[in-house]
């Protein structure tokens, strides 16, 4: 069993960057890919980014790339998400979830075992 819990959501002006960070519970985090995920109001679930049980690979979705960066700390049971230069269309709830992997692959899809509550990320143009 995992518990996640994000934080580090806000209100940020356009262009600005804030840092999401997804604190996870268990001995074994280094098992399970993260990704993040985000959801605007009246869309579905959509995914943002993910990082390898290893951090060794990572992916990004097409509309995020070279703005956000997700990394990993397993000493501290810890994930993130650093985006910059946002933009409105970034206005969403922020969501990490974790997936339980054998090998150091980066699941892009919805597939997740374990999800967080949400943090509510808000750009104002």
């Known amino acids: 069993q995992v518990q996640l819990v994000e934080s580090g959501g806000g209100l940020v002006q356009a262009g600005?960057?804030?840092?999401?960070?997804?604190?996870?519970s268990g001995?074994?985090?280094s098992s399970y890919a993260m990704g993040w995920f985000r959801q605007a109001p009246g869309k579905e679930r959509e995914f943002v980014a993910?990082?390898?049980?290893s951090g060794g690979d990572a992916r990004y979705?097409?509309?995020v790339k070279g703005r956000f960066t997700v990394s990993r700390d397993n000493a501290k049971n810890a994930a993130y998400l650093q985006?910059?230069?946002l933009k409105s269309e970034d206005t969403a709830v922020y969501y990490c979830a974790a997936r339980f992997e054998w090998r150091d692959y980066v699941p892009v899809t919805l597939e997740y075992n374990y999800w967080g509550q949400g943090t509510q990320v808000t750009v104002s143009s």
């Not at 600005?16 to 996870?24: Q, T």
């Not at 993910?50 to 049980?53: P, T």
């Open 83 to 85: 985006m910059n230069s």
């Open 27 to 29: 001995r074994t985090f």
């Open 61 to 63: 979705a097409d509309s």
């Open 50 to 53: 993910a990082i390898s049980r």
């Open 16 to 24: 600005g960057s804030l840092r999401l960070s997804c604190a996870a």
